[in-house]
C-alpha cells in the first residue's frame, strides 16, 4: 500500500486493518494527528485526506491506499507558520493544545472549501471536535479570521497581549 | 499466535458478491466507523474483512418516483433526500463521520453495546423500503424488515423505496460532540394516503408501528398504541422507563408533521 503524506510518498508495512492514525503515529513517526478516544467522538484525531477532513481512527489505511494525506506537520514550519496555525496562534486558540491539530485540520478543510466567517457555519463545520478546555470561543474567531483571509499582527495576540513564547515570528 | 486476517478488497459489485460468498467468518467493512473501533477496543479480529471502499457500491439514483441508493452510500449523501430519511440522515453523528459512515453499515451493524446504532432502519422502514442483497441463495430482494431480521448473513446491495407524498422525523438526541439518538420515529404517507411509522433506539433493531400506524387519525391513541409495537431496552444513553414516557410524545410529533405536510 502507498500513501502520501504532506507530499512525501510512503510504501506502507502494516496491515489493511491497521487505522491510518497508527500508520501515521506508529509507522512513520508524525505525531500531530492525536489519538483521543479512539472511537470517533472527539476529533483529535483529524487529518485530511484527499482534501476531505476524516477521522484517522476510524479510517483502515486499506481503505485509502493511494490517497493524499495532510497533517498538522504539511501545514507549516515553526518559521513559517501557515494561514490557519497562524490564526490560532494570533487568536489564541489554543489552551493545553490536544484538540489543536484534528480542529486545525478541519478549520484547514473549512477554508479550502471556501467556508465564510458565519460563526454557525463554523460550528457546524467543526462540530464533531471536542475542546476540554472548552476554548471554543477563541477557535472559533480563529477560524472566522482565516476563512476572511485576515493577516495577523504575530507580535501580538488578538487580545493585545504580548507574546512571549507561542513561536510566532513577527 | 492470532491468525491474521485475510483483508479482501473488491472493485466490482459482483466481485464483492463472489468474495462474499455465503457470509460465513466475513466481517464487511462500509466506512469503518463501526468495526475499526471495536478493532482497536480488543475485539476479536475477523478471519477474513471485505472492504466496500472501492467495490462500485456507492451512489443514490432517483428515477420515475423511485430513489435506490448502494449499500457503501456515505450517510452524508442522503442529508438532502426528502423525509424522512434526509433528516434523519442529518441527524446521524457528525459531518465528517456522516461522510465516512455507510448506508450498509448503519443499517447491518449489530446492535449497540451502549448506545443505539441503526438511525437510517426506521426511516427506510417507513418509506416501505426494499433491500437487494446476497448471499446463501444467490441475490434476492425482500423487504427491509425482512431484511433486518438476517441481516447477518446477507451482503447488502442497495435499498430502493418509492418516493412518499409527505415525510416527517422526530428525534430524541442526547448531546454530544456529535448527538447520539436516544429514541426517533420517522413516518411516511405514500401517493395512496397510506401513513407508515417506524421507531429507532429500540431494543434490537428498528421496528415498523403498526398499532400506532392503525390508529394514526387519533395522535394520542396512536402515540399510545406505539409502546405495544416496540421492545424497549436500558442503555447508556436512557432507561426503557425514559423511552417509554418519549415515544408516544415523538410519534404524536411525527403525526402532526405529516398533516402540515399537505
Known amino acids: 500500500m502507498n500513501l502520501t503524506v504532506n507530499g512525501v510518498a510512503h510504501e506502507i508495512e502494516s496491515g489493511p486493518l491497521t487505522t491510518l492514525l497508527d500508520v501515521l ?28 477532513p476524516r477521522r484517522s481512527c476510524l479510517t483502515a489505511v ?13 501545514l507549516g514550519t515553526p518559521e513559517h507558520l501557515s494561514p490557519i496555525q497562524q490564526a490560532f496562534t494570533h487568536h489564541y486558540a489554543a489552551q493545553c493544545g490536544f484538540c489543536t491539530s484534528g480542529m486545525m485540520m478541519a478549520a484547514q478543510a473549512y477554508v479550502d472549501g471556501g467556508g465564510t466567517d458565519d460563526r ?6 467543526l462540530g464533531g471536535h471536542v475542546c476540554r478546555c472548552t476554548g471554543y470561543v477563541k477557535i472559533i474567531d480563529a477560524v472566522a479570521a482565516a476563512a476572511r483571509g485576515d493577516s495577523f499582527d504575530m507580535t501580538v495576540t488578538a487580545a493585545g497581549t504580548a507574546m512571549t513564547n507561542l513561536g510566532g515570528v513577527a | 499466535m492470532t491468525q491474521a486476517t485475510e483483508v479482501l478488497i473488491p472493485s466490482t459489485p459482483d466481485e464483492a458478491a463472489r468474495l462474499f460468498g455465503d457470509g460465513t467468518g466475513v466481517t464487511v467493512i462500509g466506512g469503518g466507523t463501526i468495526v475499526l473501533p471495536d478493532l482497536t477496543y480488543g475485539a476479536p479480529k475477523p478471519a477474513k474483512a471485505l472492504l466496500l471502499s472501492r467495490a462500485g457500491l456507492a451512489g443514490v439514483g432517483r428515477e420515475g418516483g423511485t430513489v435506490t441508493i448502494g449499500a457503501a452510500t456515505p450517510i452524508a449523501e442522503l442529508v438532502g433526500l426528502p423525509a424522512p430519511l434526509g433528516p434523519c440522515a442529518a441527524n446521524v453523528a457528525d459531518g465528517e463521520i456522516r461522510s465516512q459512515a455507510t448506508l450498509g453499515g448503519n443499517l447491518c451493524a449489530g446492535t449497540g453495546h451502549d448506545a443505539p446504532r441503526g438511525d437510517l432502519q ?28 438476517r441481516r447477518d448473513s446477507r451482503l447488502l446491495l442497495d435499498v430502493s423505496f418509492a418516493e412518499p407524498a409527505a415525510g416527517a422525523f422526530a428525534a430524541l438526541d442526547y448531546p454530544h460532540t456529535h448527538e447520539y439518538t436516544v429514541l426517533a420515529v420517522s413516518g411516511a404517507r405514500g401517493a395512496d ?7 429507532t433506539g429500540l431494543a434490537g433493531h428498528g421496528w415498523r408501528l403498526r398499532s400506532a400506524e392503525a ?42 408533521k405529516l398533516e402540515e405536510a399537505v
Open chain 2, 122 to 149: 426506521g426511516a427506510l422502514l417507513a418509506l416501505d423500503a426494499v433491500a437487494r442483497s446476497v448471499g446463501s441463495g444467490g441475490e434476492t430482494s425482500e423487504p427491509l424488515e425482512d431484511f433486518l431480521a
Open chain 1, 62 to 74: 486499506g481503505s485509502v491506499d493511494g490517497a493524499a494525506v495532510t497533517t498538522v506537520e504539511g
Open chain 1, 120 to 125: 454557525e457555519a463554523i460550528q457546524h463545520a
Open chain 2, 193 to 199: 394516503g397510506t401513513v407508515r411509522l417506524a421507531a
Open chain 2, 215 to 256: 390508529a394514526a387519525a387519533d395522535h394520542e391513541a396512536a402515540g399510545a398504541a406505539a409502546v405495544a409495537d416496540v421492545r424497549l431496552g436500558d442503555d447508556a444513553l436512557a432507561s426503557a422507563w425514559y423511552r417509554e414516557k418519549t415515544l408516544p410524545v415523538l410519534v404524536r410529533r411525527v403525526l402532526t
Open chain 1, 25 to 52: 503515529r506508529e509507522e512513520l513517526g508524525i505525531t500531530s494527528p492525536k489519538a483521543g478516544c479512539e472511537q470517533g467522538g472527539c476529533g483529535a484525531c483529524t487529518v485530511v485526506i484527499d482534501g476531505q
